[in-house]
């Protein structure tokens, strides 16, 4: 195991000191980054702590992975997964706007953005606007027939709730959704995730969707989250 471990989910207010004072329960610390914005100085939420040994990062991450530090309960990971993370976040944050202009260009009712893990077939929900429990766990992608098709294919599909199969009927029972649009987000090798644009009543048939823009809008995000990765 690598010495080096991120810590996420800290207090703005965290200092170099007390995490250090922290960590050194569990062996001894070579050094402690609390990351800041380059443009702003501002603390950004997460640090990295260098171990002495791989030993004590080992039981650093097992005693204090979700203990409460400063009123927030901690998220400790290997360096290496816990960088990835952040990277993801962050590219997320930025997408919001423009995937929120696009719902509004398509005047859909909400959007949602899903994450493809290609190794496990999961689909982890990161944006979900009407319902946030689509975002709280993994649902494997042999579930949603008509996604898992659109991401084999590389192709958009509109799913009516007729058309629904699986849990894919699901996503129409709580808000009265009458249609939406699956785009597939993918780079020249993997398959890295889907946006769905959901139609109701009141946004207008989700037939009258340009797909040309929304494909457009799945090329540019795809092309951001490919550098998470």
């Given at each position: 195991m690598a010495k080096r471990l991120f810590v996420g989910n800290l207090s703005y207010d965290a200092s170099v000191s007390a995490l250090r004072s922290l960590?050194?329960?569990?062996?001894?610390v070579e050094e402690v980054e609390v990351a800041t914005d380059g443009k702003s100085g501002r603390p950004r939420g997460y640090a990295l702590v260098t171990m002495a040994t791989a030993a004590g990062a080992r039981v650093a991450l097992?005693?204090?992975?979700?203990?409460?530090?400063?009123?927030?309960?901690?998220?400790?990971?290997?360096?290496?997964e816990g960088a990835a993370r952040a990277r993801l976040a962050g590219i997320i944050r930025r997408l919001l706007g423009y995937v929120r202009y696009a719902r509004d260009h398509e005047r859909a009712?909400?959007?949602s953005l899903f994450i493809f893990d290609e190794t496990t077939g999961d689909l982890q929900g990161v944006l979900a606007e009407w319902d946030w429990t689509r975002t709280s766990f993994p649902s494997h992608v042999s579930e949603w027939p008509t996604v898992a098709e659109a991401l084999s294919k590389r192709e958009?599909?509109?799913?009516?709730?007729?058309?629904a199969f699986g849990v894919e009927q699901g996503w129409f029972e709580a808000r009265g959704i009458r249609g939406s649009v699956c785009v597939p987000l993918c780079d020249d090798e993997r398959r890295l995730g889907v946006l769905f644009f959901d139609f109701d009543a009141s946004a207008g048939p989700v037939g009258q969707a340009d797909l040309s823009f929304l494909a457009d809008v799945g090329v540019r995000c795809a092309r951001?989250?490919?550098r998470s990765k």
């Amino acid at each position: 195991m690598a010495k080096r471990l991120f810590v996420g989910n800290l207090s703005y207010d965290a200092s170099v000191s007390a995490l250090r004072s922290l960590f050194e329960s569990c062996g001894e610390v070579e050094e402690v980054e609390v990351a800041t914005d380059g443009k702003s100085g501002r603390p950004r939420g997460y640090a990295l702590v260098t171990m002495a040994t791989a030993a004590g990062a080992r039981v650093a991450l097992e005693r204090l992975d979700g203990e409460s530090f400063e009123g927030r309960p901690l998220h400790v990971v290997a360096d290496e997964e816990g960088a990835a993370r952040a990277r993801l976040a962050g590219i997320i944050r930025r997408l919001l706007g423009y995937v929120r202009y696009a719902r509004d260009h398509e005047r859909a009712a909400a959007v949602s953005l899903f994450i493809f893990d290609e190794t496990t077939g999961d689909l982890q929900g990161v944006l979900a606007e009407w319902d946030w429990t689509r975002t709280s766990f993994p649902s494997h992608v042999s579930e949603w027939p008509t996604v898992a098709e659109a991401l084999s294919k590389r192709e958009i599909r509109v799913i009516t709730a007729e058309q629904a199969f699986g849990v894919e009927q699901g996503w129409f029972e709580a808000r009265g959704i009458r249609g939406s649009v699956c785009v597939p987000l993918c780079d020249d090798e993997r398959r890295l995730g889907v946006l769905f644009f959901d139609f109701d009543a009141s946004a207008g048939p989700v037939g009258q969707a340009d797909l040309s823009f929304l494909a457009d809008v799945g090329v540019r995000c795809a092309r951001a989250l490919g550098r998470s990765k």
